[in-house]
């Protein structure tokens, strides 16, 4: 049961190209394209170059694979170390939009 997955929401799994506004630990403030690890209707996992406060606000804008375009406001849940100076970045959204695929 360890390995059981305690989501209740499904993960569409990326990488997915994203831009993201947001602002350091420092209170400088980032934009920058990144990619997606995965995204539900709750949330979304990231990597950046940048290393962000738990707490803190980020904005991120994407198209998925269906077209659809997401904008949304979140707030940083946890970050985690990863290679080649990255920091991991789990995000809780408070606000989306979902723009439809037109044409």
């Known amino acids: 049961m360890a390995n059981r997955e305690r989501r209740e929401e499904s ?31 709750g949330g979304l ?17 994407t198209k998925l694979p269906s077209g659809a375009r997401l904008a949304a406001r979140g707030c940083v849940l946890r970050t985690e170390s990863k290679s080649h100076g990255l920091s991991g970045v789990a995000v809780s959204f408070k606000c989306t939009r979902m ?5």
Do not use: C, M
């Open 11 to 41: 993960r569409l799994q990326g990488p997915i190209p994203v831009y993201v506004r947001g602002k350091t630990e420092t209170g400088q403030v980032f934009r920058t394209h990144t990619l997606i690890d995965n995204v539900s209707q």
């Open 45 to 61: 996992y990231l990597q950046l170059p940048y290393t962000v406060l738990p707490g803190s606000g980020l904005f991120a804008y």
């Open 99 to 103: 723009f439809a695929n037109v044409g």
